[in-house]
T-cell receptor, first 114, second 116 residues
């Protein structure tokens, strides 16, 4: 089954404690991205990757890091989480270079930083 | 700069009636794609429908249709015969060809509530 898998689904952590949210896709997609969703703001892109070892900043990259060492994995790293990073996070993947290809989303990670 | 605007934060519709969710977009690119996603209360993002900028016909998928008016830069989602299970957040999104070749730009969403 084609899917994007995020872990964990729910996470409560304390300010400053480094965490990683994993994302893996099994569709051989070149393009992967991370979004955060906040009430009234919709989905905003954090980082994206067009292929292995190629990453770039989205609209709200501050406080986040990513890496793309393998095509299937695109982890999101919060080195020192702060309460303003409390949000719902989505990983998405799609084929690159095709306008009409839909983005496949993971099930989301609800992060609370206290 | 590319932008998606959804002006209806929340809407109510009676079960079995049709409803239109508004979406306007802003881009100077000629090649782009428009998408609608549904997010039920469980949180997952579900792809509904796609319209390409060069498509002459409005896209349809079952009870969903996209009312594409290129000159007005609008891409409204029409849901016919609403069902209780249609209660959800709906997001309009746009992808531009070229550049990052994949970025989806989202609107802020419309929360649809279907009343029995």
């Amino acid at each position: 089954e084609a899917q994007v898998t995020q872990n964990p689904r729910y996470l409560i952590t304390v300010t400053g404690k480094k965490l990683t949210v994993t994302c893996s896709q099994n569709m051989n997609h070149e393009y992967m991205s991370w979004y955060r969703q906040d009430p009234g703001l919709g989905l905003r892109q954090i980082y994206y990757s067009m292929n292995v070892e190629v990453t770039d900043k989205g609209d709200v990259p501050e406080g986040y890091k990513v890496s793309r060492k393998e095509k299937r994995n695109f982890p999101l790293i919060l080195e020192s989480p702060s309460p303003n990073q409390t949000s719902l996070y989505f990983c998405a993947s799609s084929l690159r270079g095709r306008l009409n290809t839909e983005a496949f989303f993971g099930q989301g990670t609800r992060l609370t930083v206290v | 700069a590319q932008k998606i605007t959804q002006t209806q934060p929340g809407m109510f519709v009676q079960e079995k009636e049709a409803v239109t969710l508004d979406c306007t977009y802003d881009t100077s690119d000629q090649s782009y794609g428009l998408f609608w996603y549904k997010q039920p209360s469980s949180g997952e993002m579900i792809f509904l429908i796609y319209q390409g900028s060069y498509d002459e016909q409005n896209a349809t998928e079952g009870r969903y249709s996209l009312n594409f008016q290129k000159a007005r830069k609008s891409a409204n989602l029409v849901i016919s015969a609403s069902q209780l299970g249609d209660s959800a957040m709906y997001f309009c999104a746009m992808r531009i060809y070229g550049g990052s070749q994949g970025n989806l730009i989202f609107g802020k969403g419309t929360k649809l509530s279907v009343k029995p």
